[in-house]
């Protein structure tokens, strides 16, 4: 019962949040919203010491849209996502749920 307790077992809870394993691992997850282009800017909320190595971005809503994880957005502390409908047009305010895994 003192292992959630240890520092090994860091975690913070809630709409966005994140939990570390002993083995270095990190699970962040978070909400965003997309600006007119199409944007979401994700800030993780704590950075990835050695680096992403994965993000999974869902979006809420009626209709069917496409992600993308932009290149040159991708960093430790967050990255920028595209979100498109089929025919490549994008408007503000498409909820996006996210989670990113790394160590």
């Not at 199409?38 to 849209?65: A, D, E, Q």
């Not at 595209?82 to 498409?94: E, K, M, P, T």
């Amino acid at each position: 019962s003192a292992l959630k307790y240890a520092p090994e077992f860091a975690s913070s809870w809630g709409s966005s949040g994140y939990h570390r394993l002993p083995s270095g691992l990190i699970e962040q997850w978070g909400t965003g919203m997309s600006d007119a282009n199409g944007y979401v800017y994700v800030t993780f909320p704590i950075p990835f010491p050695n680096g992403l190595r994965n993000i999974m971005p869902m979006h809420v809503g009626s209709s069917c849209l496409m992600h993308a994880v932009m290149g040159a957005g991708l960093s430790a502390t967050g990255c920028t996502l595209r979100l498109q409908n089929q025919s490549g047009a994008a408007q503000a305010n498409w909820q996006t749920y996210w989670r990113a895994i790394g160590n």
